[in-house]
């Protein structure tokens, strides 16, 4: 189905009135009068509203003798539930996909960039991928915790001698909150590297 038709329908159904309107049809056929004494609304109102659900075929009209009953058509509001279910899906598959790349590429700078025994050899020059291994060097340490900064030196000097620029760039890439030389990890949400992996 076409994006604009979907889109067509979902502020068509964005009112109040017409929701009230397919949950009467959605019992049985009925005339304007009919819905409008129901709804206490006048029968030009319910006719604009009818003729709203009818150009994105939720309704339709069947005449019987001298009056025009409306019906609902269920089959049309059973498509678009599937469409949206449809976009639910696909977006729920882009995200995992999107997770596991973000796995991959962690794994590939951890590989890359530390030794067996957990020894940064060097700090990546390349953003994305120093902002991967600063995440995987402050998932040592943890939230709602708060270290002096001799401790963060000494934390950081097992993986990587030159501290004071990796403790730098904790605070940069909001990692870390400092003030008054006490550090403290920042909530995840904050780490600069969310903005590359929005749904990790």
């Known amino acids: 189905m076409q994006l604009s038709k979907q889109v067509s329908f979902l502020k068509t159904m964005g009112d109040p009135t ?67 279910l449809q976009y639910a899906t696909e977006t729920e598959k882009g995200e995992d996909s999107m997770k596991q790349d973000y796995l991959l590429d962690k794994q590939k700078v951890i590989t890359n960039f530390f030794t067996k025994d957990g020894k940064m050899k060097t700090i990546p020059s390349q953003q994305k991928k120093k902002l991967l291994a600063l995440e995987y060097l402050i998932e040592g340490l943890s939230v ?37 030389g006490v550090y403290e990890v920042n909530p995840k949400e904050m780490w600069a590297s969310t903005k590359f992996y929005q749904t990790v």
């Not at 319910?46 to 025009?68: G, P």
């Open 18 to 84: 017409r929701l009230k309107i397919i949950n009467l049809l959605s019992v049985g056929p009925l005339h304007v009068g009919a819905i409008a004494g129901k709804l206490g609304l006048t029968a030009p109102t319910i006719s604009h509203h009818l003729n709203k659900l009818k150009d994105c075929a939720i309704v339709f009209s069947r005449r019987d003798k001298n009056t025009i009953y409306y019906h609902l058509n269920k089959k049309v509001l059973k498509h678009h539930a599937n469409v949206l």
């Open 144 to 180: 709602g915790v708060k270290y002096p900064e001799k401790e963060i030196n000494n934390y950081i000097q097992q993986f990587h001698e030159d501290f004071a620029t990796i403790r730098r760039e904790f605070i940069i890439h909001h990692f870390m909150f400092r003030e008054d």
